[in-house]
């Protein structure tokens, strides 16, 4: 749990994001960079009063919101932890930070909570999402999620000082060899979501962990595969968002 100043610029602001990072992931990415925390459930045990004490530290640093990283399966006792540390004061808005795999039924629970949603959509396939993540259902399971997001808190919303309030932020990491779909990504946010809705196109793929033995990812992304997500993304109409160097 701390101050995380790397996130998309109306997220992390002057004043920073108040990450909490919850153990365990849906998913089971072979890139993953949180390895420890995803994959191996590394972390400290902690009953809902002491989430809701935390939660008011970091807000008293300064932070424009709340993060949450991965806590779909442990929704219950976030909004239980969410409910007490309102009543001690907590004010910011709640950002839930997912990686897309999450079932409309889940995220019904997190409405009105939730202020932003900060998505993935990792993958349009479900040969890619099988092989690299072992959730072949994840395209559809993930457009599912993305739409339902959209209908509780709508396209971005900000303040005047540009720090966001509410709306859907969607992210895609481009992989190389065109893995992960971002042709049918920008396609679907561009035709299936709200005008307005932010994409995050990111190209800092790193081949962590298992990725260094798979035959594409093994590799970083080429120059070449980013600009022409840049170039599909300027087609589409897209007009909300952000990109990244390479």
């Given at each position: ?207 962590y962990g298992a990725a260094s033995r798979h035959p594409v990812l093994r590799r970083r992304l080429w120059k070449k595969e980013y600009r022409e997500a840049l170039r599909l993304l300027r087609t589409s109409g897209l ?8």
């Open positions: 749990m701390n101050v995380h100043r790397d996130e998309e610029p109306p997220v992390s602001g002057s004043g920073g994001s108040g990450t909490v990072f919850f153990s365990g992931c849906g998913l089971h990415c072979i890139f993953c960079q949180n390895l420890p925390l995803s994959h191996y459930n590394t972390g400290a045990d902690m009953e809902p009063d002491e989430l809701a004490r935390r939660m008011l530290a970091v807000q008293a640093r300064g932070v424009h919101n709340i993060n949450l990283v991965t806590g779909t399966h442990f929704v219950p006792r976030i909004l239980e932890a969410l409910a007490l540390a309102v009543e001690m004061g907590l004010s910011v808005p709640i950002v839930w930070n997912t990686g897309g795999y999450e079932t409309v039924e889940t995220l019904r629970l997190l409405e009105g909570v939730v202020d932003i949603y900060l998505a993935d959509f990792k993958f349009a396939s479900a040969r890619a999402a099988r092989d690299i993540a072992s959730a072949p259902d994840y395209p559809g399971v993930a457009r599912a999620a993305l739409i339902e997001m959209a209908r509780q808190v709508g396209p971005l919303a900000v303040d005047g000082d540009g720090i966001a309030v509410s709306g859907l932020i969607v992210r895609h990491l481009v992989l190389p060899g065109g893995l992960s779909g971002a042709a049918r990504v920008i396609d679907f946010v561009a035709r299936r979501l709200p005008q307005g809705t932010a994409l995050s196109l990111m190209s800092q793929y790193t081949p007009d909300d968002g952000w990109t990244q160097d390479i």
